[in-house]
């Protein structure tokens, strides 16, 4: 285990080391596949387009007749799903429509509102380059072509590739299975009627709305009391059923913060702590076969450590490809002096300001403020090594949208 706090790069690389724990894989229609995870590499078995056609509603012709001398206008026309082969002669143009078969020997449509008729003879407001508005059979994708790797995750973005090519069924990965605790003698069912010391345990909905994905088994294993012997017993009863187990609170130096210890004396622990803010008690280990993901309990930390963090873990212990979600360089609105040594994600709105987006920060940073989150846009993350941020400078902003998705 880790005596000093990581860094967030450090983790991350711990990360990419991990293998994949889901073997198992299932065939599900494409209808059912979106956010699930390619279990197989998919090769395109047709040519896409399958044919050669038309882009655009206009008229084809052929090369010699890119000019502006009045053509004869065919008297065929041609639609999309249209199976007669066409020819077009010299001097002459054919109607075509958009998706429409093109004629064997035209490569070209000009555009209806770039032409002008009379007396059944086209011309050429406008004469097309050599080529214009003509899809070429294969041009897109061609047959045998690689089109998703194994390991890509399925989503409105490649749904409609492999439809396009004629899969109606895919090989994916089984769902990772991940039970999910909080922590805390103090939590409640939400309630406006708190006594004493008690909070309305908002972690719970939160990790379920988090976990709520079309590749995650999710349950909910109920509230760790702060006692070490219960501690243990439970998550010992459940540690072989699922996969991940995550857990909010409890992960701090505190005298009643038994899960390190748990996990310690149970297991393996790979490190505790990192150069986070905020974000810093979080821990990662193992028992037996399972990983433990141990998260501070300010909601705002696992909030950002889900997205930054547990995310990336449960995307590889799945046999996913990692995908880093690129930020945006922003300057932010801003100055500030910070730590060294620890990176800092400060929530911020983006505002256009004078054609240019800026940053501007949240008045409530704390890790425990819940509306900072809320009522924030994103992120800019400040790295480990800037002490003084002054208005204008450019930083990393990650957007929530992206973060969460």
């Not at 995550?246 to 150069?275: M, P, Q, Y």
């Not at 490809?321 to 932010?332: C, D, N, Q, V, W």
């Amino acid at each position: 285990m880790n005596k000093k706090p990581l860094y967030l790069k450090q983790i991350l690389n711990f990360i990419k080391m991990r293998s994949s724990i889901i073997n198992k894989t299932e065939t599900v229609n494409l209808l059912d596949a979106e956010d699930k995870i390619l279990a197989e590499n998919i090769y395109s078995k047709i040519n896409l387009p399958p044919f050669k056609n038309s882009a655009v509603d206009g008229y084809a012709l052929l090369k010699k007749d890119l000019n502006n001398t009045p053509k004869n206008i065919n008297k065929n026309r041609v639609a999309a799903g249209d199976t007669t082969n066409h020819k077009i002669k010299e001097g002459e143009v054919l109607r075509i429509f958009t998706g429409a078969k093109m004629p064997s020997n035209s490569n070209t449509v000009v555009m209806q509102e770039n032409t002008k008729i009379s007396e059944n003879k086209l011309s050429l407001k406008k004469v097309p380059n050599y080529g214009d508005n003509c899809r070429h059979k294969g041009e897109d994708i061609s047959k045998g072509s690689l089109v998703l790797k194994k390991g890509t995750k399925i989503d409105t973005k490649n749904l409609n590739l492999i439809a396009a090519i004629g899969y109606s069924k895919i090989k994916v990965y089984v769902k990772i299975k991940i039970g999910f605790y909080t922590s805390g003698n103090e939590l409640v069912k939400p309630t406006t009627k708190l006594k004493n010391s008690s909070v309305n345990n908002s972690n719970y909905y939160l990790l379920n709305s988090l976990l709520n994905k079309n590749y995650i088994m999710k349950k909910y294993l109920g509230n760790l009391p702060d006692n070490a012997e219960n501690i243990k017993k439970k998550l010992l009863n459940e540690v072989s059923k699922y996969n991940l187990i995550i857990t909010t609170g409890g992960a701090s130096v505190g005298d009643e913060d038994h899960l390190i210890d748990t996990l310690k004396n149970n297991g393996e622990v790979f490190f505790w702590r990192a150069a986070i803010k905020p974000g810093r008690p979080i821990a990662i280990g193992k028992i037996k076969k399972t990983y433990i993901v141990c998260l501070p309990g300010n909601p705002v930390s696992v909030h950002l450590l889900f997205a930054f963090v547990v995310k990336p873990l449960i995307y590889k212990l799945l046999g996913s490809l990692i995908t880093s979600i690129k930020p945006e360089k922003i300057a932010i609105n801003f100055s500030m002096i910070k730590k060294t040594k620890r990176l800092e994600w400060l929530r911020v709105s983006k505002k256009l300001i004078k054609d240019k987006f800026v940053l501007l920060k949240h008045p409530k940073q704390g890790s425990g403020m819940i509306s900072s989150i809320s009522y924030s846009d994103g992120v800019v993350e400040i790295p480990e090594d800037v002490r003084v941020l002054k208005k204008g400078d450019k930083f990393d902003y990650y957007d929530f949208d992206k973060l969460f998705y």
